[in-house]
């Protein structure tokens, strides 16, 4: 009898241990710099260089550097209207398709020591290098990896000129949060004069797999986007919105005819969505700019897009799972003009207004089922992204109830998983208790790092959240209501 009693209590601990044991990982996995991208969530593309002042869209590669003379220019003032706006990050656009380098290269006579900003002593990268650091941004930078100026474009030895520049700027201006390089290669420039089209094969010309382990080692840290990866990928249009179902995972494909992919180089088929159970973590960036243009127009100041509009970019970009890529554009003072400053500034604010009362920390949980004591419900409302609840191994559709004391008022639900497990969840519900009844208010797709719901404002004591379709236990990291500021 003893002996069967052992056992029995050796079965039972047995039973327990494997509860209170995590739930397995899902797919495939984001890095620890991918982690901290998704905390970002949000950051700014700075475009400046001589084709601000020549009032165009992208340089030829033919501009004099003497017309480069920012003589108010403020990295501090930019910066400063970047973190009132929330954002978390800049980068900087340190040489565009032009070929004009911000920094004192040694790669190229085409740059900023000829012009005569600063009597050509000065380093706009580390300008904005230290305004970054100041004001505890992050700060990153892209190289174009088209050079409509350089006489070399085409041949081999411009690849080692671009590997050079890139290795200036991964060696001379600290800690990288990313890496930025376009999808815009090859086609018509000055090229030292020749003014004619260059074509490259986009896919094999840049080596971009040597350019990128350059990149891992010099700068282990900095998140690696193109339009393909290896770390983030773009959303597959400049309008800042992803797609509504929206997964982290992803698998680039090439063009047709082709066996490898590149920037500029791949079909686009899936960027906005995803690819579901796909090869690799690759997540999307959505980028679009504050103006029309992403340089500077005079005719744009009255077209900088409004808080109204950039929340609304937030939804779709941040809240489906993805990060904002917000360009901003200085004038030829060098400053940011004031309807930009105005604008990121009350962004900033309704952001934090919006976000500001959670009232899910308020209320009740109760799950239908809860994996054991190790995965309570309190982690939902604990704000930390990689706490979370979980179920048993055999419930994969459980739903819970958020219970107030007293009628609520809400129109926006933010919801999270612990991504350190990858994403699961493929489908859920939101209800509310109205006339003693329940119903559904809203229904949605992926989840991911983030997820964020709005509907019609709902008066009531109590909702339910129902994961309705998930091919392992879900793991919720967090679960925020919310009301958005009412205008006027």
């Known amino acids: 009898m003893k002996i069967f009693n052992f056992f029995f209590l050796l079965l039972i601990c047995s039973g327990l241990s494997a509860q209170e044991s995590a739930p397995k990982p899902y797919g495939v996995l984001p890095s620890a710099r991918q982690l901290k991208w998704h905390e970002m969530g949000m950051y700014v593309l700075v475009h400046f260089t001589p084709t601000t002042f020549e009032n165009k869209e992208w340089g030829y590669g033919d501009a004099d550097p003497a017309i480069f003379n920012p003589t108010q220019f403020d990295a501090n003032q930019i910066v400063t209207a970047v973190k009132k706006g929330g954002f978390k990050g800049l980068i900087l656009v340190s040489k565009h398709h032009d070929g004009f380098c911000l920094w004192p290269t040694k790669t190229t006579p085409y740059n900023i020591s000829k012009s005569p900003w600063k009597n050509g002593k000065g380093d706009m990268v580390k300008e904005f290098e230290q305004a970054c650091r100041k004001n505890g941004i992050e700060f990153g930078v892209y190289c174009s990896p088209w050079d409509r100026n350089n006489p070399l474009y085409g041949t081999p030895d411009y690849v080692n000129i671009y590997r050079a520049q ?11 949060f990313m890496s930025w390089h376009d999808g815009a290669n090859g086609g018509d420039g000055y090229y030292g004069g020749k003014r004619e089209t260059r074509t490259i094969d986009r896919s094999v010309y840049y080596g971009w797999d040597s350019t990128w382990t350059m990149t891992r080692k010099l700068q282990p840290s900095a ?17 800042g919105i992803a797609a509504e179902t929206s997964w982290a995972t992803f698998t680039p494909i090439p063009e047709d005819g082709k066996t490898k992919v590149g920037p500029g180089d791949m079909k686009y088929d899936n960027s906005p969505t995803g690819t579901r159970n796909g090869e690799f973590w690759i997540p999307a960036e959505c980028d679009v700019p504050l103006r029309p243009g992403w340089f500077y127009h005079p005719d744009q100041d009255s077209k900088v897009k409004t808080p109204a509009e950039l929340f609304e970019l937030y939804l779709f970009s941040v809240g489906r799972g993805g990060a904002l890529d917000l360009g901003i554009a200085p004038d030829t003072r060098g400053r940011l003009h004031e309807n930009d400053v105005r604008s990121l500034d009350a962004f900033g604010k309704l952001l934090e207004k919006t976000f500001k009362n959670d009232l899910a920390k308020s209320a009740t949980i109760t799950a239908s089922n809860t ?3 190790a995965y309570p419900t309190s982690r939902l409302t604990d704000g930390d992204r990689y706490s979370y609840w979980s179920t048993a191994d055999s419930v994969h559709t459980p739903s819970l109830i958020m219970e107030w004391k007293e009628e609520k008022e809400f129109d926006l639900l933010r919801i999270r998983e612990n991504i350190k497990l990858g994403q699961r969840v493929e489908a859920f519900a939101v209800d509310a208790f109205v006339n003693n009844a329940w119903q559904e208010i809203i229904n949605s797709t992926s989840i991911g790092s983030e997820r964020i719901l709005v509907f019609p404002v709902q008066k009531t004591k109590k909702i339910r959240i129902r994961i309705t379709q998930c091919p392992v236990v879900p793991a919720i990291s967090e679960i925020g209501i919310f009301r958005k500021p009412v205008s006027g």
């Open 166 to 176: 890139l290795k200036e700027l991964y060696s001379g201006y600290g800690n990288l």
């Open 371 to 373: 994996r054991s004591s």
């Open 223 to 239: 998140t690696i986007f193109s339009d393909m990866g290896w770390d983030v990928r773009w959303v597959g249009n400049e309008k």
